[in-house]
């Protein structure tokens, strides 16, 4: 088995993780097109804790969340990028989570120890919650970086090229 799982695979091997009584942290997000912001908040997060997993959004979840020519990399894409940076361990796609109950009853089953977050994080009240119903923490690891955005860079890169 590699890093990239299937939400059974992955709640497969957290319950193994909790078992051993390791540590794990949960982190999730698009990934489009991998940035300096992303590594650092990756990495700062992954350090917290003795595994770090990656809730990865599928192509139809960004498209709504991010607008209609967004995703630029495909789920499949973005999770092999992940995968490559040595502080991921394991990559979860999320096809098929739809609402934020799917979203709880996973979290549930993987049952992290820490949620990791940026600071000012859209769904911190959500990821709260989640934390709580299941003793978990909610730890900001650093600042947003407001500069560093794939919305950003997409923009950069159709004014300029």
Same mark, same amino acid.
């Given at each position: 088995? /590699?890093?990239?799982?299937? +939400?059974?695979?992955?709640? &497969?091997? $957290? =319950?193994?993780?909790?078992?051993? *009584?390791? !540590?794990?942290?949960?982190?999730?997000?698009?990934?489009?097109?991998?940035?300096?912001?992303?590594?650092?908040?990756?990495?700062?997060?992954?350090?917290?804790?003795?595994?770090?997993?990656?809730?990865?959004?599928?192509?139809?979840?960004?498209?709504?969340?991010? /607008?209609?020519?967004?995703? +630029?990399?495909?789920?499949? &894409?973005? $999770? =092999?990028?992940?995968?490559?940076? *040595?502080? !991921?361990?394991?990559?979860?796609?999320?096809?098929?989570?739809?609402?934020?109950?799917?979203?709880?009853?996973?979290?549930?089953?993987?049952?992290?120890?820490?949620?990791?977050?940026?600071?000012?994080?859209?769904?911190?009240?959500?990821?709260?919650?989640?934390?709580?119903?299941?003793?978990?923490?909610?730890?900001?690891?650093?600042?947003?970086?407001?500069?560093?955005?794939?919305?950003?860079?997409?923009?950069?890169?159709?004014?300029?090229?």
């Amino acid at each position: 088995m /590699g890093k990239v799982l299937d +939400i059974q695979q992955a709640i &497969d091997v $957290a =319950q193994k993780i909790n078992s051993e *009584k390791k !540590v794990i942290v949960l982190a999730g997000g698009c990934f489009d097109v991998l940035h300096i912001g992303h590594i650092k908040f990756l990495e700062k997060a992954r350090q917290k804790g003795d595994y770090l997993f990656i809730l990865l959004e599928s192509d139809e979840s960004v498209k709504k969340l991010k /607008g209609n020519k967004r995703p +630029i990399n495909s789920q499949d &894409d973005r $999770a =092999q990028i992940l995968s490559a940076l *040595k502080f !991921v361990d394991f990559v979860i796609l999320l096809n098929g989570i739809k609402i934020s109950k799917d979203y709880d009853d996973l979290v549930e089953k993987i049952h992290p120890d820490i949620i990791a977050v940026t600071q000012n994080d859209n769904a911190i009240f959500h990821k709260q919650r989640q934390a709580k119903k299941i003793n978990a923490k909610v730890i900001s690891v650093m600042e947003r970086l407001e500069d560093k955005s794939t919305t950003r860079l997409a923009k950069l890169i159709s004014q300029n090229f």
